[in-house]
């Protein structure tokens, strides 16, 4: 088991397109494990292979929601087969920490996928789940909720996670410096 790193917006590697799984086998089985381990450690209802630098098509999710769709659940080479309806949800994103705004997403939808065993399953998802859904799929397709926003919203957001991230690395530059 490993926990990865969780890339930030705009990390151009979160632009990468997710290319199908050939098969599923015991490295994909260790990935998705890989995946759930740091879903969990960075409190997230989901995650995409992308944001952890693996540009394959797999997700992980699991709603901290009572009754029937409180389960781990995988989903490898997704398709969006109907989708019905539109409605705002105030979205976040562990690429994005510390924003959450809200996009225009389908109210229902149908999806296809592969379970972490390989073996094919379809499901009908309608809030929290449904959103759940199109979001991870978008990170698949290299796209971010940000996108989905006013460009100066977008922009705001940009300059203010790369100011985090500046003053985030002075500490290593200090060590650097002291080394030297
Ligand atoms: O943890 C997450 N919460 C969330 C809340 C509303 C809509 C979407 C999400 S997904 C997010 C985890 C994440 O970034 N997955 O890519
Ligand atoms: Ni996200």
Known sequence: ??????????????????KPVQVVDAEI????????????????????????NVPLQVIVMHLNKEGEENRPIC???PEIIHREGTMPWEEGCLSVPGF??????????????????????ELNADGLLG???????????????????SFLKRSRIQSKLQKQARL???PKLDAQKQAS
């Open 1 to 18: 088991m490993a926990i990865y790193e969780i890339l930030h917006f705009p990390d151009p590697r979160l632009r990468q397109k997710a």
């Open 100 to 121: 959450y705004e809200n996009v225009q997403r389908a109210e229902r939808i149908r999806v296809r996928a592969l379970d972490r065993e390989g073996n094919p399953f």
């Open 168 to 170: 985030g690395q002075l």
């Open 29 to 52: 089985q260790q990935l998705v494990a890989d995946m759930f381990e740091t879903m969990y450690a960075a409190k997230g209802i989901g995650l995409a292979a992308v944001q952890i």
């Open 131 to 149: 959103v759940c859904i199109q979001h991870e799929m978008d990170h698949l397709n290299g796209k971010l909720f940000v996108d989905h926003l």
């Open 75 to 77: 989903f490898i080479n």
